[in-house]
């Protein structure tokens, strides 16, 4: 009787409050597929946990000596924060538990994780590159989980692997060394994944700027905001005339930290080696010295350069690990090739002055510093000759009697180092120079 009168007198009620039972997520406890087995948290920073599960439930996350709580929204959304942790090479678990189910996962690490993405010269993988058959059977012997994502297949379709004779030699050869140099430098567990797909323009990695973001979607977004130190970035050559492209890459990262909530996520971006792509090299050195927290990785002058997919990739992967090493986690190292950062003008003589220029600028070649180029405010470009007049000075002459730009490397690749002396591997080999971007700037 009673049931009948409140169905009378409550119509509306009723059937709002059903319709609310009926739109609230009912589903076991799911994990996102970023964490599996095998894997490698990022230390010393705070490492958020995320998934889904029936909303209003308790998830509960236990790590090493922690255990921290989330419920679940009205979506159905979940998110528990790990507090920070020093780095741990042991085989942990981490449980995942609620009322509708629980996962675990084993042999979990704490160490330094970074993300490897781009087109084709990034996914490259270790056995396509130079003298790599003797990393590929030495790879068991170093702490380096992988997890490789290519050509749009997201999360769901891998899983974190131990580095071994067939894991590596099927990841990304530049990020493989670079991580194989801060397992050495670092002495820690070393976590990377890679992210790529071939032959993509710079708009399927980022929405703004009129991009679809589909490899972006599905492949980066969809780990995020797993916690990593850095992102390694090797991709251009699908923009490399593009006059948008340094627009295109400064919103590119501004759009990755942002989703990421982290305003200073480091970026390495590694140069495109051919004067063939000079409208997007441009771009990447202009990235670099305008955007916070990123530095140039630049391999112009290494073998095959002129090449689509050059196979020497080793070289690749340790100058983005010196990078690294050096800007990143401060070791006290020259990371860069020289800069310049002063110049001025004397009549028709341009003076130059580089940081980052190690123990002296020098010519690979050992010919004249160049090629230059000089412009008035107004008028044609003419060639200018350079004289190396100290350690960190180069003045180049020209027919231009006032100066007002500055071009280095931009006709043909430049041929200006610096002295440096960086062990990598260990100490296995020493890097003794570091090459110099192209670059075009005003004189003053």
């Known amino acids: 009787?009673?049931?009948?009168?409140?169905?009378?007198?409550?119509?509306?009620?009723?059937?709002?409050?059903?319709?609310?039972?009926?739109?609230?997520?009912?589903?076991?406890?799911?994990?996102?597929?970023?964490?599996?087995?095998?894997?490698?948290?990022?230390?010393?920073?705070?490492?958020?946990?995320?998934?889904?599960?029936?909303?209003?439930?308790?998830?509960?996350?236990?790590?090493?000596?922690?255990?921290?709580?989330?419920?679940?929204?009205?979506?159905?959304?979940?998110?528990?924060?790990?507090?920070?942790?020093?780095?741990?090479?042991?085989?942990?678990?981490?449980?995942?538990?609620?009322?509708?189910?629980?996962?675990?996962?084993?042999?979990?690490?704490?160490?330094?994780?970074?993300?490897?993405?781009?087109?084709?010269?990034?996914?490259?993988?270790?056995?396509?590159?130079?003298?790599?058959?003797?990393?590929?059977?030495?790879?068991?012997?170093?702490?380096?989980?992988?997890?490789?994502?290519?050509?749009g297949n997201g999360p769901a379709t891998s899983s974190w692997t131990l580095s071994d004779s067939t894991s590596a030699s099927n990841f990304s050869a530049v990020g493989y060394w670079f991580g194989l140099d801060l397992s050495y430098d670092q002495k820690v567990p070393i976590g990377l994944i890679q992210a790529t797909h071939d032959g993509t323009a710079i708009a399927n990695w980022e929405h703004t700027d009129g991009g679809t973001g589909v490899d972006y979607d599905a492949m980066v977004k969809a780990i995020q905001p797993f916690a990593i130190k850095g992102v390694l970035w090797y991709q251009g050559e699908s923009n490399g005339g593009d006059s948008s492209y340094q627009t295109e890459l400064t919103d590119m990262l501004a759009e990755w930290r942002s989703d990421w909530a982290v305003s200073n996520l480091p970026f390495g971006i590694i140069q495109l080696p051919s004067t063939k792509w000079t409208t997007a090299e441009l771009?990447?050195?202009?990235?670099?010295?305008?955007?916070?927290?990123?530095?140039?990785?630049?391999?112009?002058?290494?073998?095959?350069?002129?090449?689509?997919?050059?196979?020497?990739?080793y070289l690749v992967g340790m100058r983005s690990?010196?990078?690294?090493?050096?800007?990143?986690?401060?070791?006290?190292?020259?990371?860069?090739?020289?800069?310049?950062?002063?110049?001025?003008?004397?009549?028709?003589?341009v003076t130059v002055t580089y940081t980052h220029a190690g123990s002296g600028v020098f010519t690979g070649d050992g010919a004249a510093p160049g090629p230059f180029a000089v412009a008035p405010s107004s008028g044609r470009t003419s060639t200018g000759t350079g004289t190396i007049s100290s350690s960190n000075v180069i003045t180049v002459t020209s027919s231009v009697s006032a100066p007002a730009t500055i071009q280095y490397g931009v006709s043909a690749a430049g041929n200006v180092f610096n002295h440096v002396s960086i062990p990598v591997e260990g100490g296995k080999q020493t890097v003794d120079r570091l090459c110099g971007s192209l670059y075009s700037v005003a004189t003053h």
């Not at 894997?39 to 946990?49: D, E, G, H, S, Y």
């Open 283 to 313: 771009a990447q050195y202009n990235v670099t010295q305008t955007v916070a927290n990123t530095f140039l990785v630049v391999i112009h002058d290494l073998p095959g350069s002129s090449q689509l997919h050059p196979t020497a990739k």
């Open 1 to 151: 009787m009673k049931s009948s009168l409140l169905k009378r007198l409550f119509p509306a009620a009723l059937a709002a409050a059903a319709c609310c039972l009926l739109a609230t997520p009912s589903f076991a406890l799911t994990v996102s597929p970023i964490f599996r087995s095998n894997m490698v948290l990022q230390r010393n920073t705070t490492v958020p946990v995320w998934g889904t599960d029936t909303a209003g439930t308790v998830v509960t996350v236990q790590f090493l000596t922690q255990s921290v709580t989330a419920t679940a929204d009205a979506s159905g959304n979940w998110r528990a924060n790990l507090a920070s942790m020093a780095a741990n090479a042991g085989s942990n678990t981490l449980t995942v538990s609620s009322a509708t189910g629980s996962a675990s996962f084993t042999a979990v690490q704490v160490g330094e994780v970074w993300l490897c993405s781009g087109q084709s010269n990034m996914g490259k993988p270790l056995s396509y590159a130079d003298n790599s058959a003797s990393y590929i059977s030495d790879a068991p012997n170093h702490d380096i989980r992988l997890f490789r994502m290519i050509a």
């Open 321 to 349: 690990s010196i990078g690294a090493r050096g800007f990143v986690y401060g070791e006290p190292i020259e990371y860069a090739g020289p800069v310049p950062s002063t110049r001025s003008t004397s009549g028709s003589t």
